[in-house]
């Protein structure tokens, strides 16, 4: 028989036990509704719901006639199950999705991607936009796995502009994880338009004028710096790299595209026209000119006379008439050596001048720096001096480095968008506006301090480069019909006449006959009188659709998608909105090893030479 104590006993440890534990469980239950409740419902929540992401659309770039230069276009996708959550999508034809929609409208859905309207032309200066990749995670840069973000050129550069905020949508689900209803959507917010400087119209003829020449076009508004062409080529076709293909056989030969792109030797996403940098040769003559005459070392009477070479020592620095065909030149004032850009004169202007006046002179003219246009990467170049070849190099500067330094060689590097901001500061009578592709851009330009006289007495040696007895022949019956015996250097250009430089830059080791690899410069200054942007119809560079273009940021229809170049509706365009008085053309063909010679003359100048020939209608 058990003892009252013993039941006593076991009464009070199971009722002890029983108190602790509803103690306990009290407790948890305390916690688990006060404390983190919030916390479990929102997980609950997270089970019961699902966030779909809405994709938002991309503001547009604009041309300088506030065109668009690039469409949000609609690209559809079948699905096999739309109640499942992550859904497997089939790229189908606009006509398929159109009739689709009628009948099952949630089969559906449809994504926006850019579709570029000069997809080679400006791939350079407007990118492209590409998925999400590791490197931009790494940015810890909020951003959804579904978005497009720019890779390249103001897509990349101006992100936080057009870039826009992405929507969403909820649903409810069920515990197998299928959709059951849509309870709540915030609408996605669209990007900002941004309008550009660009001229699509000459930016189109500038690279066809290349014709896949490696090298470069820039074109200025000489007194604003607004750029209107930026062309870089061998180019790439944007719209590969954005456009799904719906076809597999399409779209194996799209991957095989992209591929190529990538690989090709010739690196095609690489920006020569702000990041290449190049030995100017003699279209850095002008700036060695206004070395001396602002340091009044020489003037415009100042007289050298060519003999062919010079020797200094057992060196000989010889004129490139003379290497070329054995001929000389005699005397030859600042203009007249401008003109036949004579190696020998700006030899002995160099000296005069002095390196260290040289160099600050070109900085003055914004080379060795960047120039802040609104694209990355972008290059500084080099503008060398004494100290600089003492610091970098521990060598002493000498006489012959100074020569070379005259006529744009040795250490001297620059980029096709820096001399485009040097000429431009010639032709806006020493006042440099750094280039910008922004219309709303908030720049200011800099006053250089030049002497007035010294400036026109470049820029008529400049003219007489285009003209008959100079070196840019393409242009000589051009300058002719427009410049006025006895005229002024504003008159000349006031009618249309061309001020200009050529250059033919060494660069690389020598071969076994002593010649090395040439790159050609072509720079010049413009006056767009009223007889150029009238004249003759032409038909269209390239085939147009009846479309109008019209300022929309999504494009139906892919027969809208083919842009017009034709001289009628640029001419129409700029009557409305106006065009710059003066234009600055900046040219570079690039030697290498299938073509190692090139020439200002025989190659850089012909292809300013179709651009203004369109500009006229010829």
């Not at 301090?449 to 242009?475: I, R």
């Not at 600055?584 to 690039?590: D, G, I, K, R």
Request: aromatic residues 8%.
């Amino acid at each position: 028989m058990v003892s009252w104590q013993r039941l006593n006993s076991r009464w009070l440890f199971f009722s002890t036990v029983s108190i602790c534990l509803s103690f306990v469980l009290i407790a948890r239950l305390l916690d688990l509704q006060l404390y983190q409740g919030a916390l479990f419902r929102v997980k609950a929540d997270d089970n019961r719901f699902f966030t779909l992401t809405l994709p938002t659309e991309r503001g547009v770039f604009l041309d300088r006639y506030a065109q668009p230069l690039v469409w949000n276009t609609r690209r559809y996708f079948e699905v096999s199950n739309t109640t499942n959550l992550h859904q497997t999508r089939t790229p189908i034809e606009r006509d398929k999705a159109l009739s689709l929609m009628a009948t099952q409208s949630a089969s559906v859905v449809a994504t926006l991607e850019r579709t570029y309207r000069f997809p080679e032309a400006f791939s350079h200066v407007l990118g492209f936009v590409g998925s999400v990749t590791a490197e931009d995670l790494a940015k810890k840069i909020p951003v959804t796995m579904q978005e497009q973000l720019g890779k390249l050129g103001l897509e990349l550069t101006q992100q936080s502009l057009v870039r826009g905020l992405e929507g969403k949508e909820r649903y409810e689900i069920n515990a197998l994880g299928l959709r059951q209803k849509k309870v709540a959507t915030i609408a996605p917010t669209a990007g900002e338009n941004v309008q550009t400087t660009l001229d699509p119209y000459l930016s189109e003829v500038a690279y066809r004028a290349l014709g896949g020449q490696k090298g470069a076009v820039v074109i200025l508004d000489a007194s604003t710096g607004e750029v209107l062409s930026l062309v870089s080529s061998p180019a790439f076709d944007a719209n590969v790299l954005t456009t799904v293909a719906v076809d597999p056989v399409a779209a194996q030969s799209r991957k095989e595209t992209i591929q190529r792109y990538f690989s090709d030797p010739q690196q095609l996403f690489f920006n020569r026209a702000i990041d290449g940098v190049y030995p100017p040769g003699s279209v850095f003559k002008p700036i060695v000119a206004l070395a001396g005459l602002e340091s009044d070392k020489i003037d415009g009477t100042t007289v050298v006379v060519d003999e062919g070479t010079l020797k200094v020592g057992e060196y000989e620095y010889g004129n490139w008439y003379y290497r070329q065909y054995g001929r000389t030149e005699g005397p030859l004032s600042l203009v007249k050596a401008l003109a036949r850009s004579n190696d020998i004169y700006f030899y002995k202007a160099a000296e005069a001048a002095g390196p260290d006046r040289v160099a600050r002179m070109a900085r003055m003219f914004g080379l060795g720096l960047p120039t802040g246009i609104e694209l990355r990467p972008q290059a500084s170049g080099l503008v060398p001096d004494p100290a600089w070849k003492e610091k970098r190099l521990g060598e002493q500067w000498y006489l012959g480095n100074t020569y070379h330094y005259g006529i744009g060689q040795g250490d001297l590097l620059v980029s096709p968008i820096q001399m485009a901001q040097a000429t431009q500061a010639m032709a806006n009578e020493g006042v440099r506006c750094p280039p910008t592709l922004l219309k709303k851009s908030a720049r200011s330009c800099t006053e250089l301090g030049l002497k007035t006289e010294n400036v026109s007495l470049v820029l008529e040696g400049m003219l007489d480069a285009c003209s008959s007895g100079g070196t840019a022949f393409p242009f000589f019956e051009y300058n002719t019909e427009r410049r006025v015996l006895g005229g002024s250097v504003e008159s000349d250009l006031a009618a249309g006449a061309m001020a200009c430089k050529t250059g033919t830059a060494e660069f690389g080791a020598a071969d076994a006959n002593d010649h090395r690899k040439t790159h050609g410069w072509f720079v010049a200054i413009l006056g767009t009188d009223q007889k150029m942007l009238t004249g003759n119809e032409e038909e269209s560079l390239v085939s147009t659709s009846s479309a109008q273009l019209e300022q929309v940021k999504i494009v139906s229809h892919e027969s809208e998608l083919r842009a017009a170049v034709s001289r009628s509706e640029w001419l129409s365009q700029i009557q409305a909105t106006g065009f710059p008085k003066k234009l600055v053309f900046v040219a570079l063909v690039e030697g290498d090893t299938e073509h190692p010679f090139r020439e200002g003359s025989a190659d850089a100048a012909p292809v300013v030479k179709k651009v203004v020939d369109w500009m006229e209608g010829r």
